[in-house]
């Protein structure tokens, strides 16, 4: 591959987040033009993680870029189990909160899995609930996971084929390496799906046309285990003192990478421009 400068490589999220949330803007303005609907957003947080706290506030940034009403429920973090569920009900019965999210981590004496389950499967903004992932495993995508969603979308975006490409995927979460792995298959590409457990991962990644690593784990990724000009997402987030490094060895594997999304300002972005696409979507079904 020839070295047009790194700039062509990197996969623009911030520039993407900002042409999906415009066409969200629009959508909005038409459901309120059309039928007098403002979309409603509803975030619950349980705790006060300032990490959580911080994600939060940037969806509800967004929001308030794109026309859609948020609203904040902050409960405390001995809040239980039956306080949180009771809440989740009232939001699923209130006809101005079209899409309801659920902010993770919760408080260890709590059960995600119930509470998200909790949510009206037509309001879950996140695409978590296992009605929406089971439509998603027969291929029906309506509202699946925002970040696997957004990483499609960059792929259009880039006009990078899917169909029969070798996809490696580093992490099998529910959030990102699962769903993303149906999203893969349901387009036809040959999907490997590596975690904690694989053994020589490098022999996988290798393969990869397009990589996408979810592990949560410093620079696991170096230059030797990737193909030249393969496209590459990284998702994964550590925070240092020193800074934000993804789970990439961004600086020495874009010399080899067609393009690559950096951190931060990569998928981040795109996944919060996502979410704000599905609570429209939710609107546009639940008026």
């Known amino acids: 591959m020839s070295d047009e400068g790194y700039e062509s490589r990197i996969i623009d999220g911030k520039a993407l987040a900002k042409k999906i949330e415009s066409e969200v803007e629009s959508g909005v303005k038409a459901l309120v033009s059309g039928r007098g609907v403002t979309p409603g957003l509803a975030t619950v947080l349980v705790g006060d993680d300032p990490a959580s706290k911080m994600y939060v506030r940037l969806k509800h940034k967004a929001c ?151 592990a949560g784990v410093k620079h696991l990724i170096k230059a030797d285990m990737v193909k030249e000009g393969a496209v590459i997402f990284d998702v994964g987030i550590t925070q240092e003192k020193d800074g934000v490094y993804g789970d990439v060895d961004f600086e020495n594997v874009i010399k080899k990478a067609a393009l690559i999304t950096p951190v931060p300002g990569g998928v981040g972005p795109l996944t919060i421009a996502i979410l704000m696409k599905h609570v429209l979507s939710c609107a546009e079904i639940n008026f």
């Open 64 to 214: 308030e870029r794109v026309g859609i009403r948020a609203e904040d429920h902050f409960l405390p973090a001995e809040t239980s189990q039956e306080e949180l569920i009771s809440l989740i009900n009232t939001l699923n019965k209130d006809k101005n909160v079209h899409g309801i999210l659920l902010q993770l981590p919760l408080p260890k004496h709590l059960f995600p899995q119930e509470a998200m389950e909790a949510i009206a499967p037509e309001k879950d903004a996140d695409g978590f609930h296992p009605y929406n992932m089971g439509k998603l495993m027969i291929g029906d995508e309506g509202l699946v996971p925002c970040t696997p969603h957004g990483v499609i979308r960059a792929l259009e975006e880039y006009n990078v084929p899917i169909k029969g490409k070798n996809v490696v995927i580093v992490g099998h979460s529910n959030v990102v390496g699962k769903p993303m792995a149906a999203m893969f298959l349901n387009r036809n590409a040959t999907v490997s799906v590596c975690h904690v457990f694989t053994d020589d991962l490098k022999k996988y990644t290798l393969g990869a046309d397009i990589l996408v690593v979810a």
